[in-house]
């Protein structure tokens, strides 16, 4: 394998040493909660199939959603990625637009996902439990 002699670049990059930025861990949780939608649609097609198929698939999912635990757990996960992955895709689509594309603005922007996020969370676990 070729180095330069005078190169600056890291040998060995241990990742767990490095201090992420603020907007570098909103863009990353962006994607993980992407994958948690996704991931989450088997349940929630699950519920709506279950749900729609009869006067009692109904019920069943109205009293799991009541009185289950990890069902309410689920739901609450769902709604709180949700919640984070849309506020962080309006964040994106303002850089898009061209507003905050700087570093004081894209720290901004973070922060204020951060803030907006924990607020819609919060509130969906206020209507799930």
Known sequence: ??????????????LT????????????AHRITGVILF?????AF????KSLSSP?????????LAHNILAKLVA???LSALAFHF??????LFMDAGYGVTLEGG???????????????ILAGVWVW
Do not use: C
Request: proline share 4%.
């Open 87 to 92: 506020v962080a895709g309006i964040k994106h």
């Open 1 to 14: 394998m070729y180095r330069a002699v005078n190169s600056k670049r890291p040998v060995n990059l241990d």
């Open 46 to 49: 699950w519920a709506l199939d």
């Open 17 to 28: 040493t490095i201090h992420f930025p603020l907007p570098a861990l909103t863009s990353i």
């Open 107 to 121: 720290v901004k922007k973070a922060q204020a996902t951060v803030v907006l996020s924990a607020v819609l969370i």
């Open 76 to 78: 609450w996960g769902l």
């Open 56 to 64: 009692e698939g109904f019920v069943a999912v109205k009293d799991a």
């Open 39 to 43: 991931v989450g649609l088997i349940f």
